[in-house]
């Protein structure tokens, strides 16, 4: 079974701070995909990033940074110099492809505040 | 485009009601899922569906019906509501031949039962 772990249940920072999401997973699978999702106040879930488990290559984009570690199951999200706008809760999430479908497995997100 | 659309937007029902949430997405995407978002919870699997005419249960399918009624709608049933489905109700759809393993979302649905 999969799981996902976001031992970070709320954090908050002030406007500038750096601040890092941790998420940890399991699964048994050689080939999965891991996720992002940011979920704003409004309520939708915004697609952040996506990586597969054959691509450790950390990614930048714009102030948001991943850091993929297999060594630790560990995939980290890194929001440098926070905005007010980056307040939401962060879902990290693994998918794994069996029974011919995608299934998506959350962790319980981390509620992030960044005070003006 | 309009990608996943899920209707209604807000229910509230009372204890015991039925009502069904609809799912319908453009993208001719082959999977479809229903997740329910409760505080402190995540997302949980509630339904899913890997192809047009099968469907399968997920993390939580107590108290769910779910029909896949073509490949571009699938709808979710409660037959008698409880207090306990209280949530916010999310479907989603991928598509399994491609790189990803991405799912789209709806906006969601929330349920209130009282």
């Known amino acids: 079974a999969q799981k996902v772990t976001q031992a970070q249940t709320e954090i908050s920072v002030v406007e500038k701070e750096d601040v890092t999401l941790d998420c940890v997973y399991e699964?048994?699978?050689?080939?999965?995909?891991l996720f992002w999702y940011k979920q704003p106040p409004s309520g939708e879930l915004v697609f952040l990033i996506r990586?597969?488990?054959?691509?450790?290559q950390n990614e930048i984009s714009g102030r948001y940074s991943w850091n993929f570690q297999k060594s630790t199951s560990s995939f980290n999200f890194t929001i440098t110099a926070s905005q007010v706008v980056d307040s939401a809760v962060y879902f990290c999430?693994?998918?794994?492809?069996?029974?011919?479908?995608?299934?998506?497995?959350f962790g319980k997100g981390t509620k992030l505040s960044v005070i003006p | 485009n309009a990608g996943v659309t899920q209707t209604p937007k807000f229910q509230v029902l009372k204890t015991g009601q039925s009502m069904t949430l609809q799912c319908a997405q453009d993208?001719?995407?082959?999977?479809m899922y229903w997740y329910r978002q409760d505080p402190g919870m995540g997302l949980r699997l509630i339904y899913y569906?890997?192809?047009?005419?099968?469907?399968d249960k997920g993390e939580v399918p107590n108290g769910y019906n779910v029909s896949r009624l073509n490949k571009r709608e699938f709808s979710l049933r409660l037959e008698s509501a409880a207090p306990s489905q209280t949530s916010v109700y999310f479907c989603a759809s991928s598509e399994v031949g491609g790189y990803t393993g991405e799912l789209f979302f709806g906006e969601g649905s929330r349920l209130t039962v009282l």
């Open positions: 990586r597969n488990s054959f691509d450790e």
């Open positions: 699964t048994r699978d050689t080939t999965y995909y």
């Open positions: 993208m001719n995407h082959n999977s």
């Open positions: 999430a693994l998918s794994t492809a069996g029974a011919g479908s995608y299934q998506l497995t």
């Open positions: 569906s890997a192809s047009e005419g099968t469907t």
